[in-house]
């Protein structure tokens, strides 16, 4: 699987949008990009997932380049909840073992 | 409600006492793994297993077993643990390729 990039810190000020990056320069083509989250130690939970096309759910958009060498999370309205690690992961849904390679993340703080 | 479940979530034990960490998911899923995760190293697979009785290692499967005669259970075995698996521990499932779904940890600390 392709590795990823993550500035490792970032604010937000609560109910602003955070926008969190993530460069992928060798993605394969038939590798997708997933977003995970984990709050403090707790078990890491899916955000969202896209190939190339940009994806909406009730938590958050992703937005992939055209070239599929970096993408971008955003959570529209962050809330102190919203503070977590966030981790940006490209993989295969090919047989692999389908380990998710996590990496080291980004470190959301959410202020008031 | 859709989970997955461990137990215990925390336990401290003696170095060559074996023990049983429990994973159970109720979604029916194919996919269960467990993964381990320590500072600066991240989440790393231990064993993962596609089906009923079709299991593989993961990265760091030394000193750990794992089985799986039923669909929603895949229980990880420590023989005989060691302080170097000291670790804060997560089971998995998921549908085949499909996003993962994560317990809520388990802290074991080895004397």
């Not at chain 1, 977590?84 to 390679?101: D, E, F, Q």
């Not at chain 2, 794992?66 to 698996?85: A, D």
Request: charged share 20%; aromatic share 10%; with cysteine.
């Amino acid at each position: 699987d392709a590795k990823t990039t993550q500035p490792p810190s970032m604010d937000c000020a609560e109910g602003r949008a955070a926008n969190l990056p993530c460069n992928h320069s060798t993605i394969s083509g038939n590798e997708y990009v997933y977003w995970y989250r984990q709050i403090h130690s707790q078990g890491p939970q899916y955000i969202i997932h896209g190939l190339k096309n940009n994806e909406t759910n009730e938590m958050a958009s992703l937005i992939i380049t055209e070239d599929r060498k970096s993408s971008t999370l955003i959570l529209p309205h962050a809330t102190l909840r919203d503070t977590a690690v966030y981790y940006c992961i490209v993989r295969t849904t090919s047989n692999s073992g389908y380990a998710l390679n996590f990496g080291k993340g980004t470190s959301l703080l959410v202020t008031p | 409600e859709a989970q997955v479940t461990q137990n215990p979530r925390y336990l401290i034990t003696v170095t060559g006492k074996k023990l049983t960490v429990t994973c159970s998911q109720n979604m029916n899923h194919e996919y269960m793994s467990w993964y381990r995760q320590d500072p600066g190293l991240g989440l790393r697979q231990i064993y993962y297993s596609m089906n009923v009785e079709v299991t593989d290692k993961g990265d760091v499967p030394e000193g750990y077993k794992v089985s799986r005669k039923e669909k929603r259970n895949f229980p990880l075995i420590l023989e005989s643990p060691s302080p170097n698996q000291t670790s804060l521990y997560f089971c998995a499932s998921s549908r085949i390729g499909n996003e993962q779904f994560f317990g809520p940890g388990t802290r074991l600390t080895v004397l």
